[in-house]
């Protein structure tokens, strides 16, 4: 063989080499802009922090100046409503383009993120001059921009919001840049709703402290080993403990009177293995314990916060009684868990 074949081989597999190179650099390169989107956006302290930080690595990653939030409504409209979350590499050069999109929301299969809210997939635009679905070039001013592409927010198969690019100049749809952004896009919509759903917990559980901190009765709840996790001020007050001595001690120690604690550690086992109790729900009088030892009569109801599941740990409002207590807590000389067929523990047994 000739020494023209030899190089033509040798031509052609380097070539093939250099393309796999390629490849596996892009794929590479792809993984780890999905590593530092999923880390940064997941440590992020809120929503808007989270989309931040993918717009500021996307951007970098491809290296295109301006990039965009918007966040479609929560109704049944699918609306798509801008933010004032942006990466902007010159703030004064698309200040027109950023006042005109804060301006400016879609209808589903309207502009650019009308457009991704329909096919929930990412939509390219080559020059936004002279596309006939781009109404903020409608106006007849300078935005500044004229290629764009977008890339959906998905939370499972939903489409929660739009992520948007530009560049100054008209640039053909390019394949491997969109495939990247896209799977951004996919990430960091589940940490955006991830997000939501922590923000809607934290504040559910304000709202329900507050209202339990200006309760008349005391409430207080517990964990899987019986350890005291919440203490309003109505209970600092009957029990003479205050909610930061509490919190952390056991519930047995705390308020149950020595003679009745091993029947309690018995009724929580219970609880536990079968996630049933016969008085949850249920008002008992019974005896209790102040810090200095003393006992006094108390009506106790014990039940699950709302939206818990059945293993969930109940919690339990407290008030005192000037009356003796109908019910106490059973004594160890007598079936402990038992009185006329029925519970008397002052946790669900």
């Not at 000389?333 to 946790?347: D, E, I, K, Q, V």
Request: net charge negative; hydrophobic share 40%; with cysteine.
């Amino acid at each position: 063989m000739s020494d023209e074949f030899f190089e033509a081989r040798v031509e052609e597999r380097t070539t093939e080499w250099a393309a796999a190179y390629g490849r596996l650099t892009e794929r590479s390169n792809t993984v780890d802009l999905l590593r530092r989107v999923s880390v940064a956006a997941t440590e992020a302290c809120t929503v808007e922090g989270a989309l931040q930080i993918a717009l500021d690595e996307v951007c970098r990653h491809i290296e295109w100046p301006v990039g965009h939030v918007y966040l479609l409504a929560k109704d049944a409209s699918g609306e798509s409503l801008p933010t004032s979350i942006w990466h902007l590499d010159d703030i004064e050069g698309f200040d027109t383009l950023r006042r005109v999109t804060e301006e400016r929301s879609f209808a589903v299969g309207e502009g650019l993120p009308g457009r991704v809210a329909a096919t929930a997939g990412p939509e390219w635009i080559d020059d936004a001059t002279a596309d006939p679905n781009f109404p903020r070039s409608a106006g007849g001013e300078d935005l500044g921009v004229r290629a764009a592409f977008a890339v959906p927010m998905l939370a499972g198969k939903e489409v929660i919001g739009v992520l948007e690019f530009f560049s100054p100049e008209p640039t053909a749809a390019d394949p491997a840049l969109l495939g990247p952004v896209a799977l951004v896009g996919a990430e960091i919509g589940g940490v955006v709703e991830r997000k939501r759903v922590e923000e809607a917990l934290r504040h559910s559980e304000a709202r329900t402290r507050s209202i339990l901190e200006a309760a008349n009765d005391a409430f207080l709840g517990m964990d899987e080993g019986g350890f005291i996790t919440e203490w309003n001020r109505s209970a600092e007050m009957m029990f003479g403990w205050t909610r930061v001595e509490a919190v952390g001690r056991s519930v047995a120690e705390t308020i149950v009177p020595a003679a009745y604690r091993q029947a309690h550690l018995d009724g929580l086992a219970r609880f536990l293995a079968t996630g049933e109790g016969p008085v949850l729900g249920k008002r008992l009088e019974l005896s209790a314990l102040h810090r200095d030892g003393r006992e006094f009569p108390s009506s106790c109801r014990s039940g699950r916060r709302a939206g818990s599941d059945r293993r969930s740990m109940p919690s339990c409002r407290t008030s005192p009684t000037a009356k003796t207590p109908r019910w106490s807590w059973p004594r160890p000389a007598t079936r402990p868990w038992r009185r006329r067929g029925r519970s008397r523990s002052f946790w669900p047994s």
